[in-house]
């Protein structure tokens, strides 16, 4: 193949790629549009596709907008801001129907339109942010496509407000003290408390007062977690949340610790919550068992409507918040353990032989090794929130070989410009019964 021509992009993939055809190969290229006619350069090449950048832009599709960003294309936290917002929904409905197609032919199910983000910028509220070096002095940035290579960001259009105040305070701290190896900084805030913490990662030895430092130069931030060589803190790190009404609900107020898994938009994570506790159906009869469960951001809305509800994570902080979370919000139905998927469903059939509902928000990676354990509590229904739709559908296979049918597939956008994509499934068995599949 050569190294360098000029494709027509056909359509876009899951993975925010544009995808053309030469040579008798798949050529996948990113930050293109359908309808684009684009020169590119090949970077790799395998039997059956190959992979390239765009050099030049010969055509332009119809669908193309101004990116709103000027570090878009060399950044690689966006791979869509050069497409209107209800063209991302759809492109992302596709993917999501692309990706589960090969289940649609054994089974029957709805994939329903795309809950859109309310907003679709300044929804972020944690960064994870690399350190790189430029013009000789160490900043704070993000990965460039598919490289290890730092792009310097002063401000993120992706990041709530408070955010990127905390952002460009780090950058001016780390810009006054570059003896300061930082190897990344993670940050996270709150809306309702105004406030945000920072993890940094140091290399070599700790300055026990850099954190207390921190804190009181860079407004906004009310506690800062250092690691490297030894580890400490300063200041508080946990964070507040409140949680708006959903209908018939009381409003709920949860506390986390900015180290520990937390939905990136709070916005639409409310969407996510009424849409488990629709799916679920439950009449305050149910016994309910949510894995992966955080601090408790599905299981506090799932105990104000079923019996009981068993809440299993492998962070103890995570844990330790839930439960209090549980007692803040005077919900006494709960059951926090501190224990892997599988060992905390083995913990939960050795007090109950089986509940009617299994929630489960696994990381990328999936749940392949706990959905035969997770049958034998014979749930009559499952709910899979997954980020990652190729793992989603590795796992769903699995389930419906279990003896689950896969009932409808819901679509959110929880991470707007860019090409990911949260998904909730609902599984039923009205059998409630355990088979093993061959």
């Not at 209908?247 to 709070?266: D, W, Y």
């Amino acid at each position: 193949m050569k190294r360098s021509f000029t494709i027509e992009i056909e359509k876009m993939v899951y993975g925010g790629q544009g995808l053309g055809r030469a040579d008798g190969k798949v050529v996948f290229v990113p930050f293109t549009a359908p309808g684009d006619r684009v020169e590119i350069e090949v970077v790799r090449e395998k039997k059956d596709y190959a992979e390239g950048i765009p050099k030049g832009l010969q055509h332009g599709s119809s669908l193309r907008v101004k990116p709103f960003c000027p570090l878009f294309g060399e950044c690689g936290g966006c791979q869509y801001q050069h497409l209107p917002y209800p063209e991302q929904l759809k492109l992302k409905e596709e993917a999501v129907k692309d990706t589960l197609h090969r289940l649609a032919r054994k089974t029957g199910f709805e994939v329903l339109p795309v809950i859109p983000s309310p907003y679709d910028r300044g929804y972020r509220i944690r960064a994870q942010l690399k350190a790189g070096m430029k013009d000789g002095r160490k900043v704070l940035g993000f990965y460039a496509w598919r490289s290890h290579r730092v792009v310097e960001v002063q401000e993120c259009p992706l990041l709530y407000p408070l955010a990127n105040q905390i952002l460009q305070g780090l950058q001016n701290w780390l810009g006054e003290r570059n003896k300061v190896s930082v190897n990344s900084a993670d940050l996270q805030v709150s809306p309702h408390e105004g406030e945000g913490v920072v993890f940094l990662q140091i290399e070599g030895s700790v300055n026990p007062g850099m954190g207390e430092e921190i804190c009181r130069t860079i407004k906004g931030v009310k506690g800062v977690a250092l690691g490297g060589k030894q580890k400490t803190s300063w200041g508080e790190l946990t964070l507040e949340y409140h949680w708006p009404e959903i209908e018939g609900m009381k409003r709920l107020h949860i506390r986390t610790a900015g180290e520990s898994f937390f939905q990136v938009n709070p916005y639409q994570n409310r969407n996510l919550m009424q849409k488990v506790i629709e799916w679920s159906d439950l009449t305050g009869q149910e016994k309910v068992l949510d894995l992966f469960c955080g601090s408790g951001n599905l299981t506090l809305p799932l105990a104000q409507r079923a019996r009981r509800v068993w809440g299993v994570d492998q962070d103890p902080r995570a844990i330790d918040h839930a439960t209090e979370n549980a007692r803040a919000n005077h919900l006494s139905n709960c059951t926090f353990l501190v224990a892997s998927a599988e060992e905390g469903i083995r913990r939960v059939k050795e007090e109950v032989c089986s509940v009617e509902v299994v929630v489960l928000d696994p990381p990328r990676v999936g749940a392949r090794e706990t959905l035969d354990l997770l049958v034998s509590l014979r749930p009559k229904k499952i709910l899979y929130v997954s980020c990652e739709p190729p793992t989603l559908a590795r796992d769903l296979a699995r389930l419906i070989a279990l003896g689950y049918n896969l009932k409808r597939v819901q679509p959110l956008d929880m991470f707007p410009q860019t090409y990911h994509i949260e998904v909730i499934v609902e599984l039923t068995n009205s059998e409630c019964g355990y088979r093993n599949a061959e």
